[in-house]
């Protein structure tokens, strides 16, 4: 009953890593290279996290 108010965290880490891919994109338009690849690598961390929690998910039930 009380997890419908739970806020799913693998949600919670897509909203991350798509405002990192986002500010990514404008690093790269306005030719910051060096912020792009940064931002970028931390968006990729996200996406693993996410990765790990949905295989958790799935494997606890």
């Known amino acids: 009953m009380f997890s419908l108010f739970k806020k799913d965290p ?3 880490l897509n909203k991350a890593y ?3 891919l986002e500010k990514a994109m404008q690093a790269q338009r306005n030719g910051d290279i060096k912020a792009y690849s940064m ?3 931390e968006a990729e961390q996200i ?3 996410m990765q790990q929690l949905k295989d958790a998910q799935h494997s606890g039930g």
Do not use: D, N, P, S
């Open 10 to 12: 693998v949600a919670k």
């Open 18 to 20: 798509l405002a990192k």
């Open 39 to 41: 931002i970028t690598a």
């Open 47 to 49: 996406a693993a996290e």
